[in-house]
C-alpha cells in the first residue's frame, strides 16, 4: 500500500493524466473556438443591435474580430505543442539542473552568495522567465504592431514599446526574487499549518501590491491627472456623495498613448476611494453616459461585490494551499515529471499547479458565472439611479468604439466571458428599467 500521492508509476503517471487532460481540455476550447467563428462571420448584427452599426463599420468590427480570433487560434496552437513538447521532454528537470549550475558557478564567484535551495529556485524562475518573455515577445509585436494598429488601436511606438518592456522586466527581476525567495521558504517548512502561512503570504502580497500599484508602479506606465473642474466632475462627485461612497480622488489616465481602448475603474481602501477614468473614454462618450458607466462601477461597491470577491479569493486561494498539501511530498509526483532523486519545494508546487488544472477549469467556469451575475446586477443598481437609458447608451458606444464582438456564441461566452454579451445586458436593463416603472 502507498502513501497518499505516492502511486507506482505502473499504477498511474501524473503526467500521462495532464497530457491527456490537457488534449481534452484543447480540443472543448478548439471546438468553442469554432462555434465563435461561425457567430462572428454572420452577415449582420443581432436585431437589437441593427440601429448602432452602418454596414462599414459592422464590417470594421467583422474584420477586427476574426483577425484576432485567428491570431488567437494560431498562438494558441503554438503555444499548446509547445506546452505538451516541453512536458514530455522533461523540460523542467533539465531546466533545474541548469539552474543548478549556474547557482554553483555564481556562488563560486560571489562570497555572500551559497547554492542551497532558494538561490537555485530564484535562478530557476529568472530563467524560466527569460524563456516565456523570448517566447511571448514576437506574439506581443505582432498584436499591437501588426494586428491593432492595422484596425486603428494602437497609439504606441516602437520606441515606447521598448520603454514598457524594459520597465516591465526590471520591475519583474526587483520584485520576484524576494517573492519567490519568501514562497520557497514557507514551503520549506512542512506542516500542518503551511495552508494557512501560504494564504497569509500571498493575502499580504495581494493588499501590498493593491497599495503601492496606483501609487508608484502605474505611473511608470501612464500619466494620471486630476480631473478638471467641469460639469462631469460635479455630477461624479455628487453622484458619489448620494451613494455615501469615500471618493478622495478623481483621475484622469492618458490611455490614449497606448490604445484606443476605453475604461474606467475605482480602487483604494476604506475611507480612502479612488476612480481613474480613461481619456478615451471621455472622448467617446457623453458626459450623462460617463456618469452611467460610474454607476455600474459603483453599484459593484454599493452591492459590496468587491469586497464578495475579495472574500471568495482568499477562500480559493486557502483551499488550493490545503489541496497542495497534500502531495507537497508526494514521490509520485515528482518521478512522473522527471524528478528522481529531488524534490525542491518550489518545483512542488509548480507540478501542483500543472495537475490541478481540471480543478481550475471548473472554477473558471464558476466564477464567469458569479461575475456575470454581478454586472447584471450592478447594470439594474444604476437604473434605480435612473441611469438605465444613459447606461444602455454608454455600452453600445463602447462595444462599438472597442469593436468587441457583436454575435457572440452562447457556449463560448459561458465558457470564457466574465461579462454577458451586449445583448443580454441590454434586455436586462430594460426589463429592471420596466420593474421601476
Not at 135 to 148: D, K, R
Not at 231 to 259: C, H, N
Not at 286 to 315: F, I, P
Not at 371 to 376: H, L
Request: with cysteine; proline share 5%; net charge neutral.
Amino acid at each position: 500500500m502507498t502513501d497518499a500521492g505516492n502511486f507506482p508509476a505502473s499504477e498511474i503517471s501524473y503526467l500521462d493524466l495532464v497530457i491527456i487532460f490537457s488534449v481534452i481540455v484543447y480540443v472543448i476550447n478548439t471546438y468553442l473556438d469554432f462555434r465563435q467563428l461561425k457567430a462572428i462571420s454572420k452577415p449582420s448584427p443581432p436585431a437589437p443591435l441593427r440601429d448602432s452599426y452602418s454596414p462599414v463599420e459592422y464590417r470594421k468590427t467583422q474584420d477586427y474580430q476574426l483577425d484576432k480570433w485567428y491570431f488567437n487560434f494560431f498562438s494558441g496552437v503554438f503555444n499548446h505543442v509547445l506546452e505538451l513538447t516541453m512536458l514530455s521532454v522533461f523540460y523542467l528537470p533539465w531546466l533545474w539542473g541548469k539552474s543548478e549550475s549556474v547557482t554553483q558557478y555564481l556562488a563560486s564567484k560571489i562570497s555572500w552568495l551559497d547554492s542551497s535551495e532558494i538561490p537555485v529556485t530564484i535562478v530557476f524562475f529568472l530563467l524560466d522567465g527569460a524563456k516565456d518573455t523570448l517566447i511571448s515577445l514576437p506574439f506581443s509585436l505582432y498584436h499591437t504592431f501588426v494586428l491593432e494598429q492595422t484596425h486603428g488601436f494602437n497609439k504606441q511606438t516602437l520606441g515606447l514599446f521598448v520603454l514598457d518592456f524594459i520597465k516591465s522586466t526590471l520591475l519583474g527581476l526587483l520584485l520576484g526574487p524576494p517573492i519567490v525567495a519568501g514562497f520557497t521558504w514557507i514551503l520549506q517548512r512542512t506542516s500542518a499549518y503551511m495552508p494557512l502561512y501560504l494564504w497569509a503570504f500571498f493575502f499580504g502580497l495581494q493588499i501590498f501590491f493593491m497599495t503601492i500599484y496606483p501609487v508608484f508602479i502605474a505611473p511608470l506606465f501612464n500619466k494620471f491627472s486630476p480631473l478638471e473642474e467641469g460639469t462631469l466632475r460635479t455630477a461624479i462627485e455628487e453622484l458619489a456623495g448620494s451613494l455615501k461612497f469615500p471618493l478622495t480622488k478623481l483621475f484622469v489616465v492618458d490611455g490614449s498613448t497606448r490604445s484606443a481602448h476605453s475604461n474606467a475603474y475605482m480602487y483604494g481602501f476604506f475611507k480612502n476611494k479612488r476612480i481613474v477614468l480613461y481619456d478615451t473614454l471621455i472622448d467617446q462618450c457623453k458626459e450623462d453616459q460617463v456618469v452611467a458607466v460610474l454607476a455600474h462601477e459603483l453599484g459593484h461597491w454599493k452591492l459590496g461585490h468587491t469586497l464578495k470577491n475579495l472574500v471568495l479569493t482568499q477562500m480559493q486561494m486557502l483551499c488550493t494551499f490545503a489541496l497542495f498539501s497534500l502531495v507537497r511530498t508526494s514521490k509520485g509526483l515528482f518521478t512522473s515529471f522527471g524528478f528522481v532523486n529531488q524534490q525542491p519545494a518550489f518545483i512542488a508546487y509548480t507540478l501542483f499547479s500543472i495537475i490541478s488544472a481540471p480543478v481550475n477549469e471548473v472554477v473558471g467556469l464558476l466564477t464567469n458565472i458569479l461575475s456575470r451575475r454581478f454586472e447584471f446586477q450592478a447594470d439594474a443598481f444604476a437604473v434605480s439611479l435612473g441611469k438605465g437609458e444613459e447606461l444602455k447608451e454608454a455600452l453600445k458606444i463602447l462595444d462599438a468604439k472597442n469593436r468587441s464582438a457583436v454575435n457572440v456564441d452562447a457556449w463560448y461566452s459561458a465558457y470564457h466571458h466574465s461579462h454577458p454579451p451586449l445583448v443580454e445586458r441590454l434586455t436586462a436593463v430594460d426589463a429592471a428599467t420596466k420593474k421601476e416603472e
